[in-house]
């Protein structure tokens, strides 16, 4: 649909990695958030938009690295692939933006080669 809709080039990798920033955003939501959950997609400078918003006012932090950990690895997975990421306190609850690049890096940065 972005392809034909807006003319942008969208490569599967690409497919599969805004799948997983939603999979894990959302998901992230579902399971610390009291309430409910919102979700908002938008193409703007050439990547999706990935917008979540939940009701709780607790903002969400990276644990330390530590290889023998088993899961809760889905914030530094999104933070790695994503060209930016702001969480925004709301008057209820916090909204977490983040941006996928739609075209592969010619160099192979996942992030699409942009200062984070």
Partial sequence: MVQAV???PVSRRVMGMVQLVVSELVTNAHKYAPGPCLLD???SDAAVQV???????TLPSVLPADPG????????IVMAVCR??????EPVGKRITVAVVL??????DVAGGQVR
């Fill in 6 to 8: 807006h003319g942008l």
């Fill in 41 to 43: 997609l938008e193409i």
């Fill in 51 to 57: 917008c979540v918003w939940d009701s709780s006012t």
């Fill in 69 to 76: 950990r088993i899961g809760q690895h889905g914030l530094e």
């Fill in 84 to 89: 930016s990421f702001a969480v925004d306190r």
């Fill in 103 to 108: 075209a592969d890096d010619p160099r192979g």
